[in-house]
């Protein structure tokens, strides 16, 4: 796979040896649920590995911008398309913002790695934190 020099330059200015994943297998972050399960793991336990994270938002930036495939800053490659709107879904998209409810994730930090305008976002997440267009 060709990194472009952008991608490669942004990957080393992340902190590795900070990351709560420092010693994980990384295949874990690019695992299915399913596959995840029959590790004893779950896509749950990713991702809060991942928002409990110091360098989470820089992680998180880097999977938003270069990255197709894989679970980076907490963000699956699934959601990470349906919060940029590539693969709009109403629903898939109300369960995502479910799950980082859940998770403690303020939906406003959601866009702030995307570089979008979440004109397209169900507008009652959006009321819920007094965020206006």
């Known amino acids: 796979m060709?990194?472009?020099?952008?991608?490669s330059s942004m990957s080393k200015t992340l902190?590795?040896?900070k990351?709560?994943?420092l010693g994980l297998n990384t295949d874990y972050f690019y695992m299915t649920e399913s596959?995840?399960?029959s590790e004893g793991l779950s896509?749950?336990?990713i991702r809060r590995i991942c928002f409990d994270c110091p360098i989470?938002?820089?992680c998180a930036?880097?999977?938003f911008k270069y990255e197709k495939y894989g679970t980076f800053g907490g963000y699956t490659d699934q959601e990470r398309a349906l919060i940029t709107g590539k693969q709009w879904n109403s629903r898939e998209?109300?369960?995502m913002f479910e799950q980082l409810a859940n998770l403690g994730v303020r939906l406003s930090t959601v866009f702030e790695y995307a570089a979008i305008k979440p004109t397209h976002i169900v507008p009652a997440y959006w009321k819920k934190e007094g965020v206006h267009e």
Not at 2 to 7: D, E, G, I, L, R
């Open 56 to 58: 989470q938002p820089a």
């Open 2 to 7: 060709k990194v472009s020099t952008q991608a």
């Open 93 to 95: 998209l109300r369960r």
């Open 61 to 63: 930036e880097y999977g």
């Open 15 to 17: 902190d590795y040896e």
């Open 19 to 21: 990351a709560n994943c």
């Open 35 to 37: 596959d995840l399960q």
């Open 43 to 45: 896509l749950k336990v």
